[in-house]
């Protein structure tokens, strides 16, 4: 499942703060930029919403 792979792309990379990420991604190489800058606000919403989309479609398993 592709969404997979990108959430593990994402939970693997440096920069996360409490759980949160930082608000972009370089489409480029795949990192995080503006460090530091983290967001539960617009257009950052999404990640966390694929997120429980991704949990409650993928049989609910915690880890």
Partial sequence: MAVME????????????D???PMFINTN??????QGIYTLGA???????????QWIQGGRAEK
């Fill in 29 to 34: 190489n795949g990192l995080f930029t503006h």
């Fill in 43 to 53: 257009r950052a919403d999404s990640y966390y919403e694929y997120l429980l989309k």
């Fill in 6 to 17: 990108v959430m593990k792309q994402v939970h693997n990379l440096s920069g996360k703060q």
């Fill in 19 to 21: 759980g949160l990420v």
